[in-house]
């Protein structure tokens, strides 16, 4: 059973144009690719069609799970959200507490998350360990380099 995802309705647009993208113009490439390969002789010495074939599968691959993804996404209406506790679509001020530095996240589905805007997975140790929390809570979060504690100082929504 696939896991469902919840996204913006600009998040989801995201995927589709990917996936569209994909299977309108980098499919057809591929098997391009692989025919200019086949024509250039013996198959069984031609590295350009054993790499053609090789790119043709990652992209195959990548497509069957962009469009798992997007069957199993669905669009939150971020008005009918709790605004009293830490969820998807939060956004998060926060303290950590051991260097005295402040912080915001808006935690969103893995695909959506980009740290250098400030948006993290709901999957990620850090987006796991706030969920749920409220402002004036703190979090004591298990991260790869040993673990952080956050006091959570304000959750809102855009």
């Known amino acids: 059973m696939s896991k469902v995802s919840y996204y913006t309705e600009d998040g989801l647009k995201k995927l589709r144009s990917e996936l ?4 309108d113009v980098q499919r057809p ?14 198959l069984s010495e ?11 599968g ?6 069957a799970k962009l469009e798992e993804v997007v069957a199993n996404a669905r669009v ?10 830490v969820l998807i679509h939060s956004n998060v001020r926060l303290k950590n507490t051991k260097m005295n530095k402040e ?7 893995q695909s959506e998350a980009d740290l250098k805007t400030g948006k993290i997975s709901v999957d990620s140790p850090i987006g796991k360990g706030l969920l749920g ?16 504690n956050f006091e959570i100082l304000e959750v809102s929504r855009d």
């Open 20 to 23: 569209d993208q994909l299977r």
């Open 29 to 42: 490439k591929a098997s391009q690719d692989i025919a200019d390969a086949r024509d250039k002789g013996d």
């Open 46 to 56: 031609n590295a350009e069609y054993d790499a053609a074939k090789e790119a043709q």
């Open 58 to 63: 990652m992209l195959e691959m990548r497509i």
């Open 76 to 85: 939150i209406d971020e008005s009918q959200l709790d605004t009293t506790k």
């Open 103 to 109: 912080m915001t996240y808006k935690l969103v589905a």
């Open 133 to 148: 929390k409220k402002a004036g809570d703190t979090a004591e979060i298990e991260v790869p380099n040993g673990i952080l």
